[in-house]
């Protein structure tokens, strides 16, 4: 026999944790429901955790190079020298 109702509201300590707070992607921006971990503001996937999220330097973005600032500038200076230079028909 059943000691507790189905229709009795049970507490539980998790439904009371304070939550992480991260804007997510998959919620629509909206704050992030994992609980946070203890003394930290964020839940082990956002950070709170140690040794969880990005390196230091964001070197998880950069993957070769060629769409940094420097190879841009350097590829649009050889489409202008490119453009401005004779055509290889005028030099043979």
């Known amino acids: 026999m059943k000691t507790t109702s189905k229709t009795e509201e049970t507490s539980f300590s998790f439904n009371n944790a304070a939550r ?13 429901r994992c609980p946070a971990m203890r003394f930290k503001a964020r839940c082990r996937v956002h950070g709170g955790s140690n040794g969880s999220g990005g390196q230091k330097g964001n070197k998880n973005a950069l993957k070769h190079g060629y769409t940094t600032h420097a190879m841009k500038t350097f ?10 230079s004779k055509s290889w028909k005028d030099v043979i």
């Open 20 to 32: 992480c707070g991260a804007k997510t992607k998959s919620n629509d921006g909206k704050p992030c």
């Open 75 to 84: 590829k649009k200076a050889i489409k202008i020298s490119i453009s401005n």
